[in-house]
């Protein structure tokens, strides 16, 4: 499973350029440099593949779950085979890591793969019985193609948690992975190959999401869209693809509170923190970058926050030692520096981190930087609204409940929230106040496959994972049969 420096589409069971012949850059971000070339694929690609996924769904929808099982199992079994392989181009393609990739990305990948593929196996439908008159059973089928597009951030990782219930419910997909990091979704097409999926059932167009991905969002025939990426694309995709009445799962950006009471268990807290801060240097949804602190343990937290921060080791994504690689891309790392700069302007204190890193040799021209710690921000201030997506946290002490909620609650996002405390009590009337779809409480990013996952407010609309995922793939249909 080798990657080339010419990603070719996946349409209709072969690896295939754009009808254009045009190519576009994809850059390593951990040196600075072009070292492959991705389809530059418009609507006409879109067409094709839609054309192929059309072809494919009478016999793809009617196959069976069995069968769709054994596909789909030995997909995942492919990529777990070929797990170092997959790791090190997620790990050339997006900087990070290729510890994280191998232990992290690719892992979920195959669990995702695995995971609807035996659901599928267990997925019921309901029925409602008119005593003495009649009986009505719910039909769940397939909606027919449906597109799914995901970001650079857990590519993947992402890209698979939504093609996989699509496939299991009998869809056949148009999906676009981020041009910034689309390798392993090139791989994965390879992988499909091997695994004997029948051609067109998923088809891979690579390209710029305004031209490709927003040609998937128009098609008129692909009637459900399931988004992953930022609150405005969403937003774009939500104004296309709603007059439609188009099927929408949208999953977007965050500005999470993680929030921190005195009561705390404050080694587990701290070893936590740091994690829900830096973990693929901000750049996961749900990393929480709002720190709220309760003031008697403030001072601490923030010097042990400021010492364990200045001690993470930013660098080379496939040396042992690194916490954090490299930043997605030249214009991602400018955006995250700039708002470190907009914190400055705003009266904010940067304690730590915040500027790039100087590499040498190879890695010289890469995007490296350090992850910043800032206080002495008000709550409501730009950089405590916008969604940096980056090595950046802030940190505030509050001193109630009420205060806290009434920050945490105090941004246009609700994805996730975390909570530090060992009263159990008001954890839960926390949980139950906070505007989030996911709280975690004395943990971050446990994550049970089962469970609903997705965001309220400008987080977005639906929910992914387990049942909800099958749920959204297919179509409910009513019978009802009198007596
Ligand atoms: P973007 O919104 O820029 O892109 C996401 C995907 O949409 C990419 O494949 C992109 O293509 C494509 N795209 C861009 N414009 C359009 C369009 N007009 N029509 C259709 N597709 C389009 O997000 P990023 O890739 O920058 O990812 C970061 C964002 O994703 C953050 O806001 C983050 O919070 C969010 N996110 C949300 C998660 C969640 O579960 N809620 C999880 C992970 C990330 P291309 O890249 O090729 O331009």
């Not at 995971?115 to 769940?140: C, D, K, V, W, Y």
């Not at 988004?227 to 937003?235: E, P």
């Not at 070893?271 to 949804?285: A, D, E, P, Y």
């Amino acid at each position: 499973m080798s990657p080339d420096k010419y990603i070719k589409n996946y349409i209709d069971g072969a690896l295939v350029p754009a009808i254009s012949g045009e190519y576009l850059d994809n850059v390593n971000p951990a040196i600075g440099q072009v070292y492959s070339h991705i389809p530059a694929s418009e609507a006409s690609d879109v067409q094709r593949a839609y054309e192929a996924a059309e072809r494919a769904f009478p016999e793809w929808s009617k196959a069976g779950v069995q069968k769709r099982f054994r596909i789909l199992t030995r997909l995942a079994d492919i990529i777990e085979q070929n797990l170092d392989a997959f790791a090190k181009a997620e790990s050339i393609d997006s900087g990070k890591p290729f510890r994280n990739a191998q232990t992290i990305d690719i892992p979920r990948a195959h669990q995702n793969i695995r995971f609807f593929a035996t659901a599928i196996m267990h997925f019921s439908s309901e029925s409602h019985h008119m005593e003495g008159e009649a009986i009505n059973f719910t039909l769940r089928q397939p909606i027919g193609v449906v597109g799914c597009i995901s970001p650079w951030n857990l590519p993947l990782y992402l890209f698979t948690w939504k093609i996989a219930p699509a496939l299991a419910t009998g869809n056949c997909v148009v999906a676009k992975p981020s041009e910034v990091t689309p390798m392993t979704a090139y791989l994965l097409s390879k992988a499909c190959i091997e695994a004997g999926l029948p051609p067109g059932v998923l088809n891979i167009v690579h390209g710029e999401g305004p031209k490709a991905g927003q040609a998937i969002i128009e098609h008129p025939k692909i009637k459900a869209i399931s988004f992953t990426g930022g609150t405005n694309t969403g937003r774009k995709i939500a104004a296309t693809a709603a007059p439609m009445f188009k099927k929408l799962s949208l999953e977007l950006g965050g500005k999470n509170p993680n929030i921190i009471f005195a009561d705390c268990d404050f080694d587990k807290m701290i070893v936590g923190t740091l994690k829900s801060s830096f973990s693929n240097n901000g750049q996961i949804c749900l990393c929480g970058s709002r720190i709220y602190v309760e003031r008697p343990i403030y001072d601490k937290f923030k010097e042990e926050l400021v010492k364990r921060t200045k001690f993470l080791k930013v660098g080379d994504p496939f040396s042992s030692v690194t916490d954090l690689g490299a930043m997605v891309s030249r214009s991602h790392m400018e955006k995250v520096m700039s708002y470190v700069a907009l914190a400055e302007v705003e009266g904010g204190k940067i304690l730590c981190g915040g500027e790039q890193v100087e590499m040498k040799g190879e890695h010289e021209g890469g995007y490296y930087l350090r992850p910043a710690v800032i206080e002495g921000l008000p709550h409501d201030c730009r950089t405590n609204q916008e969604e940096i997506f980056g090595p950046v946290v802030t940190i505030m002490p509050f001193d109630t409940e009420e205060e806290v909620l009434k920050y945490a609650n105090g941004t246009d996002y609700g994805l996730s929230a975390t909570l530090w405390t060992k009263d159990i009590t008001k954890a839960n009337r926390i949980a139950e106040s906070i505007q989030a779809g996911i709280v975690w409480v004395n943990c971050w990013l446990l994550r049970d496959l089962r469970t609903p996952f997705g965001g309220v407010k400008s987080s977005g609309v639906g929910r992914e994972g387990g049942l909800e995922a099958l749920r959204f793939f297919t179509e409910a249909k009513n019978v009802c049969f009198k007596y």
